[in-house]
């Protein structure tokens, strides 16, 4: 479980974040979902540590992380696996080389040991024979699987995506989704998400945390993201014609 | 100013919370390779050439017969030692090696892969950089050490073959008066030079926000920069050491 406390963050005088507090359930996909710009990857990146927030701490199973010394902070790091929203895949280093990177650099383990896991790992997200292609060979959606094979292949308990299924055709997209939630169930781990994407809301959104401008408006699940009541999370969901007629007439999913 | 400031916390931040030894021999090696085989060939086309010409022009201005030609090849060996190899194959070294390090580290940076690094737990401008400036202080000396050999060879071979000196006169004029200091001021001047280069290019690159547009301007100020740089420094050790 991630807990944040009153999360603000500002670059230059301007307030992006607004003192966001919340928790994100462990064994759930929770979702930070709101339009372009509201600042959802600032607070993932604030979330991850690759931001320090301006005011506010975050907590990594009641261990406080904000305030952690370098010790600690690399210790609750090495729990956690992060997927970037264009893969970041390194350049210089092939797929399985990719997948194995934080395995050299975070344990000791033998060779053979790590091979068998990145094996595993990149048949768990569906990409067999491609261990000795480079980064620039692959389409983009296999580039977010080595990428989800990177994240999960330390054993995370943290597993972040930022966007996970953005540039992806819709059927991908739902692929990739369904992945990172088997992932988070099979493996109980505790799964931030960030997306603007409403499939993904709907398909994989247990857990949501809508925010509007850098403030957090609602908090839900999809069941209830029709009803919320909050017109800035409406004007969100219903963006088009036909899921506008259907606002009020769906009462439970 | 501020960004002096922004590079000397960043040449600070190089030597925190470092990976192992062993991590930093491998990523140093590659870069060597890198680096030695990515310009080895310009470097010995270009000094040869220099060389060669800095030879013919010498030739053409020392027009009185009084001198004699073996001053040719001296004066050849004092330009090549103390200007030509170190600083204007510093000038090269920037446009090839330091481009390319500032292009791809900041490649790495707007494609998130540095903070990918960082989210892993790893110093990324340790891990990423501090190889790329050891690398170049070990490989830009021998670099150096070539680029003056292939212009001495070059100078030969042009004042040999178009019948500007005979070939006793070139290798006497080498040897005469020969000051050894100005191999060790050559080689101080090459390693100030590869850390400048290094460090300079590697801060542009890895503090590169936005597209690939900034990118790009990022490789162009990185050279400039260390041109800059370069010269400057070259001025002050000459000052201070000569
Ligand atoms: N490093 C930074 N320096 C200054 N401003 C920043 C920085 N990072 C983000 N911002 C600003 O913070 C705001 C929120 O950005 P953020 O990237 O979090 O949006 P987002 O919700 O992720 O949008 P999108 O869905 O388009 O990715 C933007 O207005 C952006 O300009
Ligand atoms: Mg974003």
Redesign the pocket.
Known sequence: MIKINHISKA??GRS?LDSISGEFDKGKTNLII?S????????LKCIVGLLQPDQGSVYFDLRNFTEADKEMKSEIRREMGMLFQGGALFDSKNVEQNVMFPLDVLTTKPLEEKLDRVNFCLKRVGLENVNSKMPSEISGGMKKRVGIARAIVNNPNYLFCD?PNSGLDPQTSIVIDELIKEITEEYDITTVV?T?DMNSVMGIGEKIMFLYKGQKLWEGSYREIMNSGVKELDDFVFTNKVMKNLKGKVTSL | MKGFGKYVIFLGSLFVRRETFKTYYQLVLEECIIIGIGSILLFVLVSTFMGAVSTIQTAANLVNPLIPRYIISQVVREMTILELAPTIMAIIYAGKVGSSMAGGLGTMRITEQIDALEVMGINSSSYLVLPKIIASILMYPLLVIVAGVCSLVGGYLVGTLTGIMTAEDYIYGIRLAFNPYFISFALIKSLVFAFLISSISSFKGYYTQGGALEVGIASTSAVTTSVIAVLLSDYFLAQLLL
Not at chain 1, 36 to 43: D, M, P
Request: neutral net charge; without cysteine.
């Open positions: 670059f230059n992006v709101g372009s710009g509201t600042g959802k990857s600032v607070l966007e960030v603007h």
